[in-house]
């Protein structure tokens, strides 16, 4: 299923999955449907739901490049953080469960907000007030993922203490390390190193809703298994904002 999920990545994105400047149609055109929100028939979707409901869900959110893992019809952990990634880009606040809200937004949402619109074709944005990162193929939207940056909180490690911060600026990808990499201040799986071999946005286990990393982007497990094969390395420029 996850073969399938990024084969749908490399596909033209759906209409609802594109920058707004991409959506303008001819005058002459006629205006296509609107897709219906995932019917939830008034069950409350959270972790540890099942049913057609959910796999509807998990469609509708794969359909706009949120990777909810398997469309099992499962809520999971993959499934939750999925609806992370949503929540934060539609402006809600972030929530274990499928809100109302949320539901309206799937049925009409909006683009995650463009940091560099002449960034390139193909680049990574990381929105760090929103806590999402964005993938862009050929300037259309191919993954969005939850992340956390740094949490800002003092820590101390066998190189000394400090405040953890995530550089804002303009990158390119440098090197890949495939698989579980240690690191002083833990570990990291399957690292796209942007600066020297310090900073990356790596696989972890810990991705909270908080900002909680000591200053890489970290993304979920689940995505970082694959993240690497859809950005070309080195040279992919990234783009870090606050």
């Not at 609107?34 to 794969?62: F, H, Y």
């Not at 907000?113 to 002449?118: A, F």
Request: charged fraction near 15%; proline fraction near 9%; include cysteine.
């Amino acid at each position: 299923m996850r073969r399938l999920w990024m084969a749908a990545l490399l596909a033209p994105v759906v209409a609802l999955a594109v920058p707004a400047a991409a959506l303008a149609v001819p005058a002459a055109s006629a205006k296509p449907a609107k897709p219906a929100a995932p019917a939830t028939g008034g069950r409350i979707l959270q972790v540890g739901a099942k049913g057609s409901s959910v796999r509807a869900l998990q469609r509708r959110l794969a359909q706009l490049k949120y990777y909810p893992g398997s469309i099992d019809g499962k809520f999971g952990t993959n499934t939750l953080e999925a609806v992370w990634a949503f929540q934060e880009t539609q402006g809600l606040h972030p929530r274990n469960v499928v809100t109302a809200a949320m539901q309206r937004a799937l049925a009409s949402p909006r683009q995650p907000k463009v940091l560099v619109r002449r960034g390139g074709r193909l680049r990574i944005e990381v929105n760090m007030k929103d806590q999402v990162l964005v993938l862009y193929k050929r300037n259309r939207v191919a993954l969005v993922s939850h992340v956390s940056t740094a949490g800002g909180r003092y820590f101390c490690s066998q190189n000394g203490c400090g405040d953890p911060v995530t550089p804002t600026g303009d990158f390119t990808t440098l090197s890949y390390i495939p698989g579980k990499v240690a690191a002083p201040l833990g570990d990291m799986y399957n690292p796209v190193f942007f600066i020297g071999t310090i900073y990356a946005i790596h696989g972890d286990t810990q991705v909270p809703l908080r900002p909680a990393s000591h200053g890489c982007v970290r993304i979920p497990l689940d995505i970082a298994a694959f993240f690497h094969t859809l950005v070309p390395t080195p040279g992919t420029p990234v783009y870090i904002r606050d």
